[in-house]
């Protein structure tokens, strides 16, 4: 069946641009993640969603940054005022409920200039 | 805090070779934990992962992994890699805050010789 897709696979964005970078995960999973991979940080946990509950948005590095999952399916990651050192690869991954085992897209290559 | 060291950062190995990747976590409890492998411009892929049970786990491409908890540890291991095998390979611990998140160490790349 159809893995995690993510959409743009690239994008290149000016510093002080907003982005929006998109999730759709595996269907029928329920819980979707953000994660960053970056070099020096590695990877890095961003925010988690479970069904209808209230995300996790521990992850997010600071308020530049949001996400929000529509329908329980599609996500997307909102970056304002983008800076250089948001440029990295933005990973999302999906699972089934209460699972851990997570089941990850090709992710999106930002990077700010 | 929950954490995850893999130590080396690159590994050299000639093809046929005998591979071994360390990875260390440091938890309260019985961990969740997982290996993970990355091929240039890729996601992701799950190679193995261990919850509970019979310490020495079996992967996906001839990977295997024990878990050690005396050591804190879940090495990963092949008995003879294949050029194919190069890439980067992410050790994580299923964090207990009950998000069921991921922390990953900051990941082994793996070089193949011919």
């Known amino acids: 069946g159809a893995g995690v897709s993510q959409s743009p696979s690239n994008k290149v964005t000016e510093k002080g641009k907003d982005v929006e970078l998109r999730c759709d995960p595996i269907?029928?999973?329920?819980?979707l993640y953000w994660y960053r991979q970056s070099l020096g940080q590695g990877l890095e946990f961003l925010i988690y969603f479970q069904g209808n509950s209230a995300p996790d948005k521990s992850g997010l590095p600071s308020d530049r940054f949001s996400a929000e999952r529509t329908g329980g399916s599609v996500s997307t990651l909102t970056i304002q005022r983008t800076q250089q050192e948001d440029s990295a690869v933005y990973l999302c991954?999906?699972?089934?409920?209460?699972?851990?085992?997570?089941?990850f897209g090709p992710g999106t290559r930002l990077t700010v200039t | 805090a929950q954490s995850v060291t893999q130590p080396d950062i690159h590994i050299t190995v000639s093809e046929g070779a005998s591979l071994e990747l360390r990875c260390n976590y440091s938890y309260g409890a019985t961990p969740y934990l997982f290996w993970y492998v990355q091929s240039p411009g890729q996601g992701l892929q799950l190679l193995l992962k261990?919850?509970?049970?019979?310490?020495l786990v079996q992967g996906i491409k001839g990977f295997e992994a024990e878990f050690k908890r005396s050591q804190s540890s879940f090495n990963l291991r092949k008995p003879s890699v294949h050029w194919s095998d190069a890439a980067e390979y992410f050790c994580?611990?299923?964090?207990?805050?009950?998000?069921?998140?991921?922390?990953f160490g900051t990941g082994t790349r793996l070089k193949v010789l011919a």
């Open positions: 994580a611990v299923g964090a207990s805050s009950g998000t069921y998140k991921y922390i």
């Open positions: 269907s029928g999973h329920t819980a």
């Open positions: 261990y919850f509970s049970g019979d310490t």
């Open positions: 991954a999906s699972s089934e409920a209460n699972s851990y085992e997570q089941y």
